[in-house]
């Protein structure tokens, strides 16, 4: 069993995991509406590995004995200028997320629970790549630079993305 303080914390990622699966469906209806469907398909992905983290946090509050909470999910914003715009907020929304998955090993810490430290180890390394990953594509979209032939290009190397789900080890 984790402590109350971190079952608390942990539950709270949960909800942040949720929401930011939430967050990226919203971006993945923007797209569609914007007749930019691979673009849409990068964010569906994204949507589905947001909801793979948070089953990890559920899944790893169970087997610690500790209570899963729902909690609401917060209202995503629905509109956004441009490609541009959503893609600089995919990659300000993962550098919050990370700053939220350091405080929970700051948490872990100061509590001496090294077996929670050891389980928040995947999403430290895991935030390393998702802000790869995000800053990719706004590297892409930058270099577009609001050419539809340019957007084009970027939404058809987009729309090959597949989520692979990880297997429970990893
Ligand atoms: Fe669950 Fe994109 O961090």
Redesign the pocket.
């Known amino acids: 069993m984790v402590s109350e303080n971190m079952q608390a914390a942990l539950n709270k990622q949960m909800n942040a995991?949720l929401y930011?699966a939430y967050l990226y469906l919203a971006m993945a209806a923007y797209y569609e509406d914007s007749d930019l469907p691979g673009f849409a398909n990068w964010m569906i992905a994204?949507a589905q590995?947001?909801m793979s983290?948070a089953m990890k946090f559920y899944d790893y509050l169970v087997q610690r004995g500790s209570r899963v909470m729902l909690d609401a999910i917060e209202k995503p914003q629905s509109q956004w200028k441009s490609a541009l715009a959503v893609s600089e907020h995919v990659l300000e929304?993962?550098k919050l997320?990370t700053s939220m998955i350091n405080n929970l090993v700051d948490i872990a810490v100061e509590e001496k629970d090294h077996a929670t430290n050891n389980f928040l180890q995947y999403?430290v390394a895991?935030?390393v790549e998702?802000e790869e990953s995000a800053g990719g594509v706004l590297q892409k979209v930058k270099l577009a630079n609001n050419s539809p032939t340019g957007l084009l290009l970027v939404d058809s190397e987009l729309g090959k993305r597949v989520f692979t789900p990880s297997t429970p080890e990893e």
């Open positions: 995991e930011s994204q590995e947001e983290h929304h993962e997320v999403f895991e935030q998702e």
